[in-house]
C-alpha cells in the first residue's frame, strides 16, 4: 500500500522560508516522478515542483528562483525548500507519486497517482 505524508508547512511572514518534506513508502522512490502542488481556496491545483522519472526538475514560473526541490533517494524522502515566500504563495501544498516521464507534463496533477493529505502554507504581509 502507498502512503504519502507530508510536513513542514506552518505560517511566516513575507520574506521567510519554510521547508516542506514528502515521504512515500510502499514503492520505489526513485522509479517515480514525484512533485509538489498547492491549491488555494477557489483555485484549481497546480503544479508547483516536480522531477519527472528521468531526474529532470522542472518549476512553475511564479516560482523559480524562490524554491528549490531535492530529494533523498535513501530516506525516500521529497523536499521543497521555500525562499522569498510572498502572500500569493498561501496555499495547501500536497505531495503527489506518479510516472510522468516528460517534462512538460511534470506539473500536471493528472499525471499523478498518489497523494499526500497537505500541508498548510500561510504567508502573511
Known amino acids: 500500500q502507498v502512503q504519502v505524508v507530508e510536513s513542514g508547512g506552518g505560517s511566516v511572514q513575507a520574506g521567510g522560508s519554510l521547508r516542506l518534506s514528502c515521504t512515500a513508502s510502499?514503492?520505489?522512490?526513485?522509479?517515480?516522478?514525484m512533485g509538489w502542488f498547492r491549491q488555494a481556496p477557489g483555485k484549481e491545483r497546480e503544479g508547483v515542483a516536480a522531477f519527472d522519472r528521468d531526474g529532470g526538475t522542472t518549476y512553475a514560473d511564479s516560482v523559480k528562483g524562490r524554491f528549490t526541490l531535492s530529494r533523498d533517494n535513501v530516506k525516500n524522502t521529497l523536499y521543497l525548500q521555500m525562499n522569498g515566500l510572498k502572500p500569493e504563495d498561501t496555499a495547501m501544498y500536497y505531495c503527489?507519486?506518479?510516472?510522468?516521464?516528460?517534462?512538460?507534463?511534470?506539473?500536471?496533477?493528472?499525471?499523478?497517482?498518489?497523494w499526500g493529505q497537505g500541508t498548510q502554507v500561510t504567508v502573511s504581509s
Open positions: 503527489a507519486v506518479g510516472s510522468c516521464s516528460l517534462w512538460y507534463q511534470a506539473l500536471w496533477p493528472s499525471k499523478y497517482k498518489y
Open positions: 510502499g514503492l520505489s522512490f526513485d522509479d517515480h516522478a
